[in-house]
């Protein structure tokens, strides 16, 4: 389960798939790394899942340096509501300062997210719901899929139709004690079956923090296991989860997606 090296680019945002850019940064003191996206169509951008309040000086850098300037943004997604994506929203919407922009989220959502920004920018809050669950962005479709309660009642993911990538916020998520960009499973690991104990004697396997994280952060195995069913529908080539490490292999996209499908021991389960 080598990774791949991608620690001397940490610094500058980095492309995963055509226009879609990782606007994170590597953060060494904790083991929740988050990863905001930047997607990018023509003279426009939009931002995804775009990170703490904290956080705003460096993924706003790396917005820059990928080329788009704030006022091109014409929507900030944000699949759920924890301050860990979405609290720097009132700072991202006083940047952006584009009479077209939309903060786009679940109505159960858009409750509580309206609470980050001041109530004179509510208007901006838009609902995927009366959006038909679709974004048509330039020449790009973006489809909203519910995954209620994984976490939040509001849950969703996005998939973006012309790359396969699907942006999955917690879901996939880890709390990476070594955290690479990109993960890649080897066959081993499909059928390994005592993950703290490599079969091929590597000092790391990502797998036990995934799967921690998801019992800890989902609140039940129902709750999990539908989201995975939604999921499990959908052609993808890339999930880019908003912690942890990109799956970019089709073999382990599927193999997580039945592991987690399957997880026991999450959330109030484990009690
Ligand atoms: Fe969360
Ligand atoms: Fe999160």
Known sequence: MEPKNHQQSYDRPIEIADKIF????HEKLSNLHCNPYLM???DHAVVIDAGSRPDFAVVMMKILQTGIAPEQILALIYHHVDPDLCGSLSNM??????????????PNNNMFISYYIEQEK???LRSIDDH?????FGERTLRFFKTPYAHNAGSFVTYDTRTKTLFSSDLFGSLSRQWELFVELEDACYV???????????????????FEFH????????????AMDVIKKLDIEMIAPQHGSIFNKKKDIDFIIKKLGSLQGVGIDAF
């Not at 038909?132 to 048509?136: I, R």
């Not at 390994?192 to 995934?210: G, N, S, V």
Request: proline share 7%; net charge positive.
């Open 22 to 25: 990782w606007v994170g940064f």
């Open 40 to 42: 990018v169509e023509g």
């Open 93 to 106: 919407v006083d940047i952006c300062n584009n009479p077209e922009l939309i903060v786009l989220s679940e």
């Open 122 to 124: 509510r208007a901006l």
């Open 132 to 136: 038909g669950l679709v974004f048509n």
């Open 192 to 210: 390994c079956e005592d993950y703290d104990r490599c079969i091929k004697r590597k000092k790391y396997c990502p797998l036990p923090d995934i």
């Open 215 to 226: 019992k800890k952060v989902m609140p039940s195995e129902k709750a999990l296991r539908h």
